[in-house]
């Protein structure tokens, strides 16, 4: 064969993935197009010969408008098959590719390029017989069209052909906001036979400064001596210069967050550095520290801290409408009882310095309620939304110091885009108030700093607005 087709990483991971759905997110220019392009064709070399020898196989494209398939994934395919591609253009874009095998078959490759980007233009798809899909920048489709795209592969050839070996549905795209339906079919629903896929970030933040990964793909590199063509490493330090700091995040980056719809509060965080790969277990004769925020909406977070220092963000615990009391009796104590049994008698609850304020309602105060559940506790440090914010902040900046647990699903988002600062109406741009928006995000992110405050022991003096006095009756009230 006289195609040179390097295959990166990530897509030496996917060219052995029969699962019939399969997703990549990466970067810009990573080479997901090119990597998506031979997915197909190693299909259409694993189908079935006829009694020709021929490997009969067609393959829809799918990108949102036909403008965007001639100018983008059209071209990628011209590229790598020059003139072994025959193209007719009219609607929808149909493309022939003949190929000789080293074993004496051939392959038969048809493409069906189609433009539709929403439910209404689903009907495009509704009477075609295809082998495989490949859905490129798959963020600008609606989900109704992937659903569709389901009931059409594995149709071609036909069963006296030999049929389809390996149907699948290939999507690309770049890091999607926390309320795209890639994010939550990826993070939270994660379906059988679905196959996800992450590239390493094209630039890292180091000490404030954006620097190409090294473990970037598709960049220009030698391999055994041998020069292998991508994107050159100053090509993407161009991409960085004067950009906005959430595109690069998002595009440059790969992390999942919104590019401008208010200002993300902790900008350290990265998905790829603080997520765990697994869930987390607690270890055990190490206390368990649970930050948690009162109110209407309690929130709790369950950390602990490692004998190296690292900080382990176990569990989180959210709700609605919910009292102080019926959150401990409903949510707390069986979280404890379910997943921390032997941590029972070994933690403590460090909560909102207001939870010694009595209610209007009923004149009793949170931490009389605390006692009352039977649950150790004391007031957090201080409720200086600086020194909390500083104490997450610090953990995140250290290397390999802060994980927190996959199943903490709205920590997580709030981290990626939701707890955020909002943008003040203004003739000027870009300018945002000094406290973040309350939302269902905030509250367990509120929790998660009084827990950090715990153990962050170099906060600026001036942040700490709290009289000896009053630690003191804080730490004694709850026993601890």
Same mark, same amino acid.
């Given at each position: 064969?006289?195609?040179?087709?390097?295959?990166?990483?990530?897509?030496?991971?996917?060219?052995?993935?029969?699962?019939?759905?399969?997703?990549?997110?990466?970067?810009?220019?990573?080479?997901?197009?090119?990597?998506?392009?031979?997915?197909?064709?190693?299909?259409?070399?694993?189908?079935?010969?006829?009694?020709?020898?021929?490997?009969?196989?067609?393959?829809?494209?799918?990108?949102?408008?036909?403008?965007?398939?001639?100018?983008?994934?059209?071209?990628?395919?011209?590229?790598?098959?020059?003139?072994?591609?025959?193209?007719?253009?009219?609607?929808?874009?149909?493309?022939?590719?003949?190929?000789?095998?080293?074993?004496?078959?051939?392959?038969?490759?048809?493409?069906?390029?189609?433009?539709?980007?929403?439910?209404?233009?689903?009907?495009?798809?509704?009477?075609?017989?295809?082998?495989?899909?490949?859905?490129?920048?798959?963020?600008?489709?609606?989900?109704?069209?992937?659903?569709?795209?389901?009931?059409?592969?594995?149709?071609?050839?036909?069963?006296?052909?030999?049929?389809?070996?390996?149907?699948?549905?290939?999507?690309?795209?770049?890091?999607?906001?926390?309320?795209?339906?890639?994010?939550?079919?990826?993070?939270?629903?994660?379906?059988?036979?679905?196959?996800?896929?992450?590239?390493?970030?094209?630039?890292?933040?180091?000490?404030?400064?954006?620097?190409?990964?090294?473990?970037?793909?598709?960049?220009?590199?030698?391999?055994?001596?041998?020069?292998?063509?991508?994107?050159?490493?100053?090509?993407?330090?161009?991409?960085?210069?004067?950009?906005?700091?959430?595109?690069?995040?998002?595009?440059?980056?790969?992390?999942?967050?919104?590019?401008?719809?208010?200002?993300?509060?902790?900008?350290?965080?990265?998905?790829?550095?603080?997520?765990?790969?697994?869930?987390?277990?607690?270890?055990?004769?190490?206390?368990?520290?649970?930050?948690?925020?009162?109110?209407?909406?309690?929130?709790?977070?369950?950390?602990?801290?490692? %004998? !190296?220092?690292?900080?382990? =963000? $176990? /569990?989180?615990?959210?709700? *609605?409408?919910?009292?102080?009391? &019926?959150?401990?009796?409903?949510?707390?104590?069986?979280?404890?009882?379910?997943?921390?049994?032997?941590?029972?008698?070994?933690?403590?609850?460090?909560?909102?310095?207001?939870?010694?304020?009595?209610?209007?309602?009923?004149?009793?105060?949170?931490?009389?309620?605390?006692?009352?559940?039977?649950?150790?506790?004391?007031?957090?440090?201080?409720?200086?939304?600086?020194?909390?914010?500083?104490?997450?902040?610090?953990?995140?900046?250290?290397?390999?110091?802060?994980? %927190? !647990?996959?199943?903490?699903? =709205? $920590? /997580?988002?709030?981290?990626? *885009?939701?707890?955020?600062?909002? &943008?003040?109406?203004?003739?000027?741009?870009?300018?945002?108030?000094?406290?973040?928006?309350?939302?269902?995000?905030?509250?367990?992110?509120?929790?998660?700093?009084?827990?950090?405050?715990?153990?962050?022991?170099?906060?600026?003096?001036?942040?700490?607005?709290?009289?000896?006095?009053?630690?003191?009756?804080?730490?004694?009230?709850?026993?601890?």
């Amino acid at each position: 064969m006289d195609i040179n087709y390097h295959v990166t990483p990530t897509f030496s991971r996917i060219h052995r993935d029969f699962n019939p759905y399969i997703f990549v997110m990466g970067p810009v220019r990573s080479g997901k197009s090119s990597g998506c392009v031979f997915h197909c064709f190693m299909n259409a070399c694993a189908q079935k010969p006829d009694s020709d020898g021929v490997r009969h196989s067609r393959y829809l494209i799918v990108r949102d408008t036909y403008p965007a398939l001639k100018t983008t994934i059209l071209k990628t395919w011209i590229s790598w098959f020059k003139d072994r591609i025959k193209i007719t253009y009219d609607i929808p874009i149909r493309a022939e590719i003949k190929y000789g095998l080293d074993d004496g078959t051939s392959i038969h490759m048809e493409l069906v390029l189609i433009g539709v980007d929403n439910a209404q233009q689903v009907e495009k798809l509704r009477s075609l017989e295809v082998t495989g899909c490949h859905i490129n920048e798959a963020a600008s489709v609606d989900r109704e069209v992937f659903q569709m795209i389901k009931t059409r592969i594995g149709q071609y050839p036909s069963e006296k052909d030999g049929g389809a070996v390996h149907p699948f549905i290939i999507c690309d795209y770049n890091a999607v906001d926390t309320d795209h339906w890639l994010y939550k079919l990826a993070e939270e629903q994660k379906p059988e036979g679905h196959s996800f896929y992450r590239q390493p970030a094209a630039v890292l933040l180091v000490n404030g400064n954006y620097i190409v990964n090294p473990e970037a793909e598709n960049i220009t590199r030698v391999e055994n001596g041998v020069e292998i063509k991508g994107v050159e490493p100053e090509r993407y330090m161009m991409m960085c210069m004067g950009s906005d700091p959430d595109f690069i995040y998002v595009n440059l980056m790969n992390n999942y967050g919104d590019v401008r719809h208010g200002k993300p509060v902790y900008k350290d965080y990265n998905d790829l550095d603080h997520l765990a790969k697994h869930d987390l277990e607690a270890a055990e004769g190490i206390p368990i520290i649970v930050g948690m925020d009162q109110g209407l909406t309690p929130a709790a977070v369950f950390t602990q801290q490692q %004998l !190296d220092g690292t900080v382990l =963000v $176990l /569990r989180e615990i959210t709700t *609605s409408d919910c009292g102080l009391k &019926e959150f401990c009796q409903d949510y707390l104590w069986p979280t404890i009882d379910t997943y921390f049994p032997k941590h029972k008698k070994n933690f403590h609850v460090v909560c909102d310095p207001a939870t010694v304020q009595r209610s209007m309602n009923d004149s009793r105060a949170g931490t009389d309620i605390l006692r009352e559940c039977g649950i150790p506790f004391r007031t957090a440090k201080t409720n200086s939304f600086l020194a909390r914010k500083e104490a997450v902040t610090h953990f995140l900046r250290l290397n390999r110091k802060f994980y %927190l !647990d996959p199943r903490c699903r =709205v $920590l /997580r988002k709030g981290f990626l *885009s939701e707890y955020k600062f909002d &943008e003040m109406r203004s003739s000027q741009s870009d300018i945002f108030k000094d406290r973040p928006a309350k939302n269902e995000y905030s509250h367990p992110h509120d929790a998660l700093q009084y827990a950090m405050l715990e153990y962050y022991h170099n906060a600026s003096k001036k942040h700490l607005k709290y009289t000896r006095k009053q630690y003191k009756a804080g730490s004694e009230i709850g026993g601890y």
